[in-house]
């Protein structure tokens, strides 16, 4: 009875800190758990399983007192009438045990969640008549708004924000992510991380017991967990498949009486609870929980059970082209020389230029630079240079030079070390003092509509080459010195692995995914067909994600998204599941339904296949423990009237005899909860295909094979009995 | 068992059958969407002059509780007209035979029973009614139950109508019915049953010599329009005690088939107006595959014995064949008119009989076993619907907790009104006092009683023999509950559909032929679930007693 998330759909990480499989739940603990449970009060939440209890009390008072019940019992039956008490007993027995099981695994995650938010003292920044002091409190004592001072090998005591300082932070308690990350002001620190090294301030963002760690460990603690809409109503249909069943078993015990047909009660009995939807009515509260401790697996904290369930109805996904499809870092591989100018200059340009650029694409072009053996003369000069760092609003990027330049030796092997360059450049500094040619550079490189509107000139073919650049899904930067657009350097995306096949697995599910991207429509377009996307947004601003949600939402589409950025608040609150990034800002945190510890966007189809995993493992119980009474009919039905209509005999395709029909149906329909404990625990498995296709196949596992496998498995116990036991 | 010729004439009448059905459903569709038609230059001053003197609204549209009490309304108020009459039917004029008026009991029975559209008959017609009861209190109630019945099921598929905003209006809905379905329908019908032999007159009675020499009454009446009206409106109710076993009520197999027919053209047509109202034709699929593959296998049920040509209780003019055909008709269609002793038949016809009125949409009654089958259809989207991993939806609405509830308590109140007054009968005795014993043939007897009023169908065992305090109230109220209780919460269901949201196509595909063929399992495995072990005592029991025809 392995556990192990194995089967399930997507490639988990192991992780010591998810909670435990079920061989490691099954302790000693969740045994007593699961007899203390049995107390009729605690089962008031599970009438299916209360009204098998007080038919276990009934068949008891008649193996105990036969008299009692005469014209439905008979004294010789005594040992049957035990025999039946006892297998009653145990139907509810494992009903909560699977309770207890399912609670245990909730527990182990919400101990684990738990341990990342210990009480921890703090030093709380106070200031008391203009003076800053620092007191030491309890991370509890906090509250929101709170400035707090953590130093080297302190814990982050709650949720807050850099203020001041820069320090690396392990959050390998909290994400399973091991290596440190760095926090720069305007970061979000996570309660429960440690400072590696460094010293900030912070603002505290939330109170004690208000995390969203807070909200987890309250969602998994069952007790405080509201039904969601789909448990709602299978409760409901359970409810009613009770009535009927209670109508049947009356009816069918007035015209026992009335018409002197001679069933035993006991026999009814049996039928009824046979027939009454044990297999799901034990195991419904189990599959939810476990849903969301498999989320929890995949480091994805949900703030409700609701969620999940519609991740699994998601019609739309939006996905955001950087982190989400590509792996976010543009990879520079072509200078494009104009008429005017040589390959050589560009890359000269584009390395001047990138000189002060850390982000992944200044570093790729610097790289491409000096691979090339561009390296400019003027690189000393760069000290000396005044930078235009990159403005949202031009959308460009640049350096002045002014000054003498140096030529550096050509060539070079490989690597990218700026200080190997800086190093090779001084020592040849004094031999060559004199080679500057111009004064003063000015280089600006940046998207090429903007380029286009600061030089003087355009070249003819300029267009063009941006529109050739963009066709082929790449990212064209334009580079202009002195005032002349000189050249341009082709940027290309990463694609993230295994990002097409699960594109793939979602549109085969009929999810439509769309891309969104600040992208030119040229280049959206071309990462679009790369991954198998139909549909995308480009030049799309942050604040687009909110109107086209909400565009999809008016065509009653359900909109799964992700987001990070205080922008993608709006969207995320909006969307009918929003998975914020735990890197992202309170605000889209607070504004989503779920956060991904991880920060990897690209888990938003995960949520979605888990969602869909977590309704079809409840329908296929379901499914299963209805179709189960077919068989269990033709197994009593023609006991039960044995005496009176020995005729109904011909009914009795199993060839059964009186008390081994009863006993092999009622061991049948109590083993069976145990059976399928694995199954609700983890989930079905599936592979993605179209909803009709997983509907066929699933009905003919789960439907057909719940009508068929009871026959089986009600002949087998059968001959057990009869044939071990002589019964 | 049958020969191939006899399943190719079932295959061929239910063929020409749906095909009738389908090529009317676009008119019927037209009259409930008001469009413009030829008809309006005769039939518009017709309706004013209607709505006017009742003080009818046209314009006005109604919610769900309004339509429904509407229609409640209307039929308690025929109810009373028409009590009246068969109480006080002795002083009333157009009594040539000088009946006596009925019993309180018997009258509330009868026009309950017709009302309803059950047409449950604890009399003999010929020997209890006058011309005057006849016409007023029983064809008058037919056409109205009729007309009820397509009404709601009309304003049904209104509330699952994209981007609706009420379920219509009642009065206008009820007129239209009358003066553009039934009265076009049942003229044409009359015409056909009259080229057939059926007498159509106001005289009462014709004496005549026979060969011997003395003289014998004939009873007649407008026998013709009454077989038109109860057969189209799945009413049942004839005019003579033998109803469509009487030679002027069915005199040739071709009336016979042609009863049939009548008997399924309105509920068929009405499942292709569901597809044409919502716009959504494909979405017909399920409810007219769902209702025939499950008639086809109630009929295959009813024709696995041998059956004689020759029988006690059956009519030679039909034969075995034919009786068998009719009786699994008038129950799935649940008419109840019979053309045979009920008592005549085989165990597994009666089973195939109980099996159509239990479901009840096979097709069922118009308009209702329309509804009957969505309420299936919903049942088995959220059960099965799960497991293709989506939250179960129907016609791109998600199904709530709330819908689930209501179709429950819609399924559940069949059982509940079958089995409890089943029990009833024999604890008070009840039944022992007509003869009926505990025996496995006296329990289907019983049983069969209150499903016929639960499903509001009609036809049997009992008869006249049914004329007691006891099964006249316990019947009426079945009748009662099982029409207008069933009709009150799946309208409710539908009035709560308006106004949600309606779009996802990534769901379950309800017109494909996968999802069918799981509804008709869905169905038979409900149906089997809930009735199963009184199935057993019953007829099912008296089949592996060896019991025959006659049984």
Same mark, same amino acid.
């Given at each position: ?345 560009? $890359? +000269? =340009? ?6 002060? #650029?850390?982000?992944? @694409? %200044? ?5 491409? !630079? ?112 002195? $005032? +002349? =657009? ?6 290309? #995306?990463?694609?993230? @692995? %295994? ?5 793939? !697995? ?112 409840? $329908? ?8 189960? #009474? ?98 | ?551």
């Amino acid at each position: 009875m392995a556990s192990d998330n194995e089967k399930t759909l997507a490639p988990t990480k192991s992780n010591e800190s998810a909670p435990g499989g079920l061989r490691t739940a099954f302790s000693r603990k969740v045994l007593i758990d699961s007899v203390v449970r049995l107390s009729p009060k605690s089962l008031l939440k599970n009438p299916v399983m209360l009204i098998v209890e007080i038919t276990f009390f009934i068949v008891a008072a008649m193996a105990i007192v036969p008299q009692a019940f005469a014209g439905v019992a008979s004294p010789s039956l005594q040992i049957f009438y035990v025999e039946v008490a006892a297998i009653l007993l145990l139907t509810v027995w494992f009903s909560t045990l699977s309770d207890a099981l399912a609670e245990q695994q909730a527990k182990s995650t919400a101990g684990s969640l738990r341990k990342l938010e210990t009480e921890v003292s703090s030093k709380k920044i106070v200031t008391e008549k203009w003076e800053k002091k620092i007191v030491i409190v309890k991370s509890t004592e906090l509250r929101k708004e709170d400035l707090i001072l953590i130093e080297t090998g302190d814990f982050v005591p709650l949720d807050a924000d850099v203020l001041e300082g820069i320090a690396m932070i392990d959050e390998s308690l909290v994400t399973g992510e091991s290596a440190p990350v760095r926090k720069a002001p305007g970061d979000s620190l996570i309660g429960g991380s440690r400072v590696v090294s460094d010293t900030l301030t912070a603002k505290v963002t939330t109170n004690p017991g208000e995390t969203f760690i807070d909200q987890m460990i309250k969602m998994v603690e069952s007790s405080k967990r509201p039904k969601t809409p789909n448990e709602v109503a299978i409760t409901i249909v359970l409810i009613g498949l009770t009535a009927i069943f209670t109508i049947i078993i009356v009816a069918l015990l007035g015209m026992s009486i009335i018409l002197n047909l001679g069933a035993d009660l006991s026999v009814l009995i049996a039928l009824y609870v046979c027939l009454l939807p044990t297999t799901i009515g034990a195991l419904l509260p189990a599959i939810g929980l476990s849903g969301m401790s498999r989320l929890y697996k995949h480091k994805i904290i949900a703030k409700s059970g609701k969620a999940i369930e519609t991740a699994g109805d998601a019609d739309v996904v939006l996905l955001d082209k950087t982190g989400t499809i590509t792996v976010g870092n543009r990879q520079a591989i072509e200078f494009v020389p104009f008429a005017s100018c040589t390959e050589e200059d560009v $890359g +000269e =340009a584009a390395f001047l230029s990138s000189w002060h #650029d850390d982000t992944p @694409e %200044g570093r790729s072009i610097l790289k491409l !630079a000096y691979e090339k053996g561009f390296v400019p003369k003027e690189l000393n000069s760069l000290a000396l240079s005044e930078t235009y760092p990159f403005s949202a609003s031009t959308r460009t990027s640049g350096v002045k030079i002014t000054g003498m330049g140096l030529r550096l030796p050509k060539g070079g092997k490989s690597g990218r070390d700026r200080l190997r360059i800086r190093r090779k450049s001084s020592t040849i500094s004094d031999q060559s003092m004199a080679a500057g040619i111009e004064s003063e550079i000015d280089i600006v490189k940046g998207a090429p509509e903007s380029i286009k509107t600061i030089v003087d000139s355009v070249p003819s073919n300029y267009d063009l080459i941006v529109e050739g650049i963009s066709a082929k899904g790449e990212t064209p930067i334009a580079i202009s010195r002195n $005032g +002349e =657009a000189i050249g341009i350097i082709r940027l290309k #995306d990463v694609l993230k @692995e %295994g990002i097409r096949e699960k594109i793939q !697995a979602l549109k085969t599910m009929g999810i439509r995914p769309v891309m969104i991207t600040g992208d030119q429509p040229l280049t959206a377009k071309s990462i679009a067909a790369e991954v198998g996307i139909d549909e995308y947004v480009a030049q799309a601003k942050p604040e687009d994600k909110y109107s086209i949600a909400k565009k999809e939402q008016a065509e009653s589409r359900i909109v799964a998204m992700i987001g990070d950025g205080t922008n993608d608040a709006p969207a995320l609150s909006a969307a009918d599941v929003g998975l914020a990034m735990n890197s992202g800002t309170e605000a889209a945190k607070e504004a989503a339904n779920m956060v991904d510890l991880e920060s990897n966007p690209a888990k938003i189809i995960d949520v979605v296949m888990l969602g869909k995993q977590l309704l079809m493992t409840r $329908g296929a119980v379901t499914a299963f423990s209805i179709a189960n #009474d077919i068989a269990k009919y033709f197994a009593i039905m023609p006991v039960l009237f044995g005496a009176a209509i020995p005729q109904l005999q011909a009914l009795n395709v199993l060839q059964l005899g009186l008390k081994s029909a009863v006993l092999s149906a009622l061991i049948f329909n109590a083993i069976i909860i145990p059976l399928l404990i694995p199954l609700a625990m983890r989930g079905i498995a599936f592979k993605p295909t179209s909803t009709m296709t997983l509907f066929l196949k699933n009905t003919l596992i789960y439907g057909l094979g719940g009508v068929i496998v009871p026959f089986i498995g009600i002949k087998l116990i059968d001959l057990l009995l009869v044939g071990v036991f002589h019964i | 068992m049958i020969d191939a010729i006899q399943a190719f004439a079932v295959i061929f009448i239910l063929g020409v059958t749906i095909f009738v059905a389908r090529l009317l459903a676009p008119y019927i569709t037209r009259v409930y969407s008001r469009v413009p038609s030829r008809l309006d230059k005769l039939l518009n001053p017709v309706e004013k002059f209607i709505y006017k003197i009742c003080g009818i609204d046209p314009n006005h549209s109604m919610g769900w509780k309004q339509y429904f009490l509407a229609g409640l309304l209307l039929n308690v108020a025929q109810m009373v007209i028409a009590f009246l009459i068969l109480v006080f039917q002795g002083k009333l004029p157009l009594n040539p035979m000088g009946f006596p008026g009925l019993n309180w009991d018997l009258a509330l029975n009868t026009v309950i029973s017709f009302a309803t559209n059950t047409n449950l008959q604890h009399y003999n017609g010929e020997a209890t009614l006058s011309i005057l009861s006849q016409m007023t209190a029983i064809q008058f109630l037919q056409w109205t139950s009729a007309a009820t019945g397509i009404c709601m099921g009309i304003a049904f598929v209104r509330g699952f109508i994209v981007d609706s905003k009420n379920m219509g209006n009642f009065h206008v809905d009820f007129v239209r019915t009358i003066t553009r379905i039934l009265l076009p329908l049942c003229l044409i019908a009359s015409l056909v049953f009259v080229v057939m032999g059926v007498p159509q007159t106001l005289s009462a009675s014709t004496t005549l010599t026979t060969l011997q020499g003395t003289t014998q009454t004939i009873l007649t009446g407008p026998v013709a329009s009454l077989d038109s009206i109860m057969q189209l409106g799945t009413n049942g109710g004839g005019f003579y005690g033998a109803n469509a076993a009487y030679p002027f009520m069915n005199p040739s197999p071709y009336s016979n088939i042609f009863m049939i027919s009548l008997m399924l053209l309105l509920p068929t047509a009405l499942i292709f107006v569901f597809g044409e109202l919502l716009g959504k034709k494909r979405e017909a699929r399920p409810l007219l595959w769902g209702a025939y593959i499950i008639f086809g296998i109630a009929l295959a049920l009813a024709f696995i014995p041998n059956i004689p040509l020759v029988a006690q209780g059956i009519e030679t003019r039909f034969g075995g064949f034919m009786s068998n055909f009719y009786t699994v008709t008038t129950t799935a269609a649940t008419t109840g008119s019979v053309n045979t002793a009920l008592s005549a038949m085989h165990p597994l016809t009666i089973t195939s009989g109980f099996l159509g009125m239990f479901i009840q949409s096979i097709p069922g009654g118009k308009g209702i076993g329309l509804m009957y089958m969505v309420m299936y259809i919903i049942i088995t989207v959220f059960i099965v619907g799960l497991m293709s991993g989506r939250t179960p939806e129907y016609l791109g609405i998600k199904i709530t907790g709330r819908d689930v509830k209501l179709v429950m308590v819609a399924f559940l109140i069949h059982p509940i009104i079958i089995l409890i007054p089943t029990i009833i009968a024999y604890a008070s005795g009840a039944a022992a006092a007509i003869g009926v014993g505990g025996t496995s043939v006296g329990y289907t007897q019983i049983l069969y009683e209150f499903t016929t009023s639960a499903a509001n169908n009609g036809s049997d065992f009992l008869g006249a023999s049914g004329n007691t305090p006891f099964f006249n109230i316990a019947t009426a109220i079945v009748m009662f509950i099982g029409r207008y209780a069933s009709i009150a919460i799946l309208l409710a269901l539908a009035g709560s559909m308006i106004g949600r949201k309606s779009g996802g196509t990534t769901g379950l595909k309800t017109e494909s032929p996968v999802f069918t063929i799981v509804l008709v399992a869905s169905i038979i495995i409900l149906v089997v679930l809930a009735f199963f072990p009184f199935l057993a005592l019953g007829p099912i029991s008296s089949f592996f007693r060896g019991l025959m025809n006659g049984f």
